[in-house]
């Protein structure tokens, strides 16, 4: 169901939503909800929602309904955290919670065991902690205001795609060295200007973006020699 731009209130947004009980995709963005009509809540079996453009700021314990979900759009919203509740999402496989207010990473994501495609960028998110619990491949932190990355990233694995992007990093996060699934990192546009040499030891790298940061010459010349079958952007 498409319910973009009808800029319906919450009434008839809840008669559109009426019978529709087997419906699993719904596409609600752009239409300046503060909160989610009760119709959705009444579709059981919903796989994908799109709630993005909107006017949320919080979301309610009513979140839990949605049990079948796997893919969740939040993005350009103005939430601060996720409630508990969405714990409750066990199947959610993509949520994207990009252009939002968020500090911190929801700590109930802990809880999101399926979850693999995570997009937190465009927030002011200063401390990575908690999703390193779950089996994620894709993550995209760029555009917040990270400086550095705690060991427990190493848990990570699984990541093959790593967006790092328009941080405040002056040094190259050790970290990263021991993912060795990485196949695309961008740590453009942040304050680099050396790459550890123990990161050249893991050649399946495809795909590195460094441009917008302080490498001089020489050193780049050092990081295309050490990453010959990459791409290397500076």
Same mark, same amino acid.
């Given at each position: 169901?498409?319910?973009?731009?009808? &800029?319906?209130?919450?009434?008839?947004? +809840?008669?559109?939503?009426? /019978?529709?009980?087997?419906?699993?995709?719904?596409?609600?963005s752009n239409l300046s909800l503060e909160k989610l009509p009760n119709g959705l809540y009444r579709i059981a079996k919903l796989?994908?929602?799109?709630?993005?453009?909107?006017?949320?700021?919080?979301?309610?314990?009513?979140?839990?309904?949605?049990?079948?979900? &796997?893919?969740? /759009?939040?993005?350009?919203?103005?939430?601060? +955290?996720?409630?508990?509740?969405?714990?409750?999402?066990?199947?959610?496989?993509?949520?994207?919670?990009?252009?939002?207010?968020? +500090?911190?990473? *929801?700590?109930?994501l802990k809880y999101s065991k399926h979850l693999h495609t995570l997009n937190l960028s465009n927030n002011a998110i200063s401390?990575?902690?908690?999703?390193?619990?779950?089996?994620?491949?894709?993550?995209?932190?760029?555009?917040?205001?990270?400086?550095?990355?705690? &060991?427990?990233?190493?848990?990570?694995?699984?990541?093959? +795609?790593?967006?790092?992007?328009?941080?405040?990093?002056?040094?190259?996060? *050790?970290?990263?060295?021991?993912?060795? %699934?990485?196949?695309?990192?961008?740590?453009?546009?942040?304050?680099?200007? %050396?790459?550890?040499?123990?990161?050249?030891?893991?050649?399946?790298? %495809?795909?590195?973006?460094?441009?917008?940061? /302080?490498?001089?010459?020489?050193? &780049?010349?050092?990081?295309? %020699?050490?990453?010959?079958?990459?791409?290397?952007?500076?």
């Open positions: 169901i498409l319910l973009t731009h009808l &800029k319906l209130s919450i009434h008839p947004l +809840d008669y559109a939503l009426k /019978n529709k009980q087997e419906v699993r995709k719904v596409n609600a796989n994908y929602l799109d709630l993005s453009n909107n006017n949320l700021s919080e979301l309610t314990a009513k979140i839990e309904r949605f049990q079948y979900l &796997k893919t969740l /759009n939040l993005s350009h919203n103005q939430l601060k +955290d996720l409630p508990l509740a969405f714990g409750y999402i066990r199947y959610i496989e993509n949520l994207d919670l990009s252009h939002n207010l968020l +500090d911190s990473i *929801p700590e109930v401390e990575v902690n908690l999703i390193t619990q779950v089996k994620i491949y894709k993550l995209d932190l760029s555009h917040n205001a990270l400086s550095s990355l705690p &060991k427990s990233f190493t848990k990570l694995k699984l990541i093959t +795609d790593l967006n790092l992007s328009n941080n405040l990093f002056t040094v190259f996060p *050790p970290q990263l060295g021991n993912l060795r %699934k990485i196949l695309r990192l961008d740590l453009s546009n942040n304050q680099l200007t %050396k790459l550890p040499t123990e990161f050249y030891k893991y050649q399946r790298i %495809k795909h590195l973006n460094l441009t917008g940061n /302080n490498f001089s010459e020489e050193e &780049k010349v050092r990081i295309r %020699k050490g990453l010959p079958f990459a791409q290397v952007e500076f």
